[in-house]
Structures are given as C-alpha cells and as structure tokens.
C-alpha cells in the first residue's frame, strides 16, 4: 500500500453537540441503566450466549469498562472505554421489549457484524476487539477512532473548502477498505459519511457492518433498510444487486467530501429516492470540482450497474493521481482531459463524463 507523504494533515477533534432528552429517551435511558453497574463502571457480565464462534470474539466483561457517551440512535448507544488498557468504542444495542420482529432483526445485524468484523483485517477497516451476546442487550466493542465520524468532521467545514489533496487522501483510504472488503466477497450496503470514521493524520476506516452480507448470500432488496440519500437505484426499487451498489454510494461520498454538504438536502429522503430512481437525478457537481473526480463521480454513479468501475479501478485510478500529485502538488486543480486521455499521456483510465447518468 502506497504512502501518501505529500500531505500529513492535523486531526480536528469532533465537538459533540448537547441536547436536552425527550420523554421517550429519558425512559429509555433509565431502563439502560439496569445493563450497567455504574456510570463509569463495567457492564453486568450475568447472562450469555454459546457456539464455538462465539467463545472466540467474547468480551471478558470484566475488564470493560464504560466512559461517557458519545453517539445514540434509536436501539444503540456508543460510549468511549477502556478494554484491558486499550481505548475503544463500545456499542450497545437494546431490543424493544414490546416490538418482537424489530428485536430479531437487530439481533441478527448483532451477528452479522460481529461475524464479519472477526474476519476482517485491513488498516482502513474498523478493528473488532470483542463483543458480547445478552439478549435483550449486545455489545459490539471496536477499536476507538478519535475524530469520529467524516460526516462530522465535513459538517465542521464550509462548503467547497476541503482542499482536493485531502479530498483525495480520504477517498484513497476508503477505497482501500472496500477494495479489501470486496476481494472478500462481502457488500457494505450501507456505505455512507456517517458509517466512515477518522483517525490519527486523517485516516479513514469503514464501519458499521450491521446490515453487510456475503454477496453469494444476497438476495433482492425488499424490506431494506439502508440509507436513500446514498443509495443505489437498483437497492431503491428492490432489486437484486451486487457489488456496483456499494460503489454507488462511494460516488455519493466523494461527492460529500468535494462539498462538504449533505446529498439533496433541499428534499426529504422520500423526494431523494423517487428523484434518483424516476428522474435518474443526482446531486450537482459544482463548477469548482476537478475535472478528474468530476470524471470518477460520474462513472461510479451511473444508473447501469454494469458501466460502474469496481474498487480495483477505482483504487488503480486514484492510486495514479496520488502519484501525479508527489510529481505536481497542483495536479488535481491544473488537470485537463486531453482527447480522452486521463493524464494527456499513456496513463489514461476513462474518457470525459458522458452527460446521462443512465450511460
């Protein structure tokens, strides 16, 4: 794997913003404590599960130990904490009592991100450290990764202001995660700012593997539970899909980080879903955006699955102009296609971006 000394950027810590609790999350956050002994305490080791697997990625519960929080959703709480002497993130996941299907389905994004997470093993992929099984709580504990989530950090910034070296770094970070992660046969399906976290010098590791499948194990996408705004066509409509939604949704990433805005934020997710699917529309590329990204984002978000690059091209093409950057810092704001060529020379990857999505 290359590196990347032409830029060595200093880490902005994310600053978590404080709300008030509403009534349903009071409730909610009174029955949580029944899971935790105190609040900087362990998690209560009573309960567990069984299997050979397992015995293998099972938290010793005593050796955990819960900091404050620093993320919630509607069934998951992420806390920073200690795990013997090691910095690390710590999900829990909680099972509505009174929502028996609801409960399944999150227990089975339980296994199927513990499971795949233990086979893992990339720099640019998030770190199982251990997990644990106690219906109707699951602890799923990573590795800490202190600049918290790209979309936070993007959100810091004024739009259009990531400098295209940066934005080119970050994007190499993430596509050789889901490079590795393809050559493993398995689909993010839910690849997004949020799901990216941040590191030390910028680095960038793909995350939450709650709804991620093998893609010999794949089916149709009814009853999908992914994100519209970065989604694929094909996983909108339901349809069988492949690898190519996953690169989809890199397009939509790279695009966030070129503007640092959020995709079609002048319309509800619904309005984002019908727009993409029935107007084949997507969000607009900004005078300002260089033409070799412009290029890349085009053909990565096409409408036909099978004109999308797989991440061994993506990667091949950025690794390129990464190295046309050690040569000429200004590469990516000086480039222009020449006759369909990439670099105006024999390095060509792609022609200029064809006007219709659907090509």
Same mark, same amino acid.
């Given at each position: 794997m290359m590196k990347l000394n032409w830029l060595k950027p200093n880490l902005k810590n994310?600053?978590? !913003? &404080? &709300?008030? *609790?509403? *009534?349903? !999350?009071?409730?909610r956050s009174v029955s949580w404590s029944k899971y935790l002994v105190s609040s900087g305490g362990s998690i209560k080791a009573n309960g567990g599960g069984g299997g050979e697997q397992e015995e293998e990625w099972s938290a010793d519960m005593s050796q955990l130990f819960v900091g404050n929080k620093f993320a919630s959703g509607r069934h998951s709480r992420v806390y920073r904490g200690v795990y013997k002497s090691k910095d690390v993130a710590i999900k829990l996941v909680s099972q509505p009592e009174e929502d028996r299907e609801l409960a399944l389905m999150l227990e089975n994004q339980f296994t199927s991100e513990v499971v795949l997470l233990f086979r893992l093993q990339h720099p640019n992929i998030i770190t199982l450290v251990a997990a644990c099984k106690k219906p109707p709580v699951f602890c799923v504990i990573t590795e800490y990764m202190a600049g918290g989530s790209l979309r936070a950090y993007l959100h810091q910034q004024e739009p259009y202001s990531v400098p295209p070296n940066l934005v080119l770094k970050m994007a190499l970070d993430i596509a050789w995660g889901m490079q590795y992660l393809h050559s493993q046969g398995i689909l993010h399906r839910d690849l997004k700012s949020e799901n990216l976290l941040l590191g030390e010098n910028m680095c960038v590791k793909v995350a939450d593997f709650g709804i991620s499948c093998l893609e010999s194990q794949c089916g149709s996408a009814k009853g999908f539970t992914g994100t519209y705004r970065w989604m694929a066509p094909e996983m909108i409509k339901e349809k069988k899909h492949t690898k190519k939604i996953d690169v989809y949704s890199f397009a939509i990433v790279l695009w966030e980080l070129l503007t640092a805005l959020t995709p079609f934020d002048d319309m509800t997710p619904e309005q984002a879903a019908f727009a993409v699917c029935q107007k084949n529309?997507? %969000? %607009?590329l900004h005078d300002s955006c260089p033409m070799a990204f412009r290029q890349l984002i085009c053909r990565c978000w096409s409408g036909k699955p099978d004109k999308r690059p797989g991440f061994d091209e993506i990667v091949s093409i950025l690794e390129r102009y990464a190295a046309c950057v050690e040569e000429n810092p200004d590469f990516l704001t000086t480039y222009e296609p020449d006759n369909g060529s990439l670099f105006g020379c024999d390095r060509g990857c792609f022609g200029p971006c064809k006007t219709s999505y659907g090509n």
């Open positions: 994310e600053k978590m !913003e &404080r &709300r008030r *609790l509403s *009534l349903g !999350e009071y409730k529309a997507r %969000p %607009p």
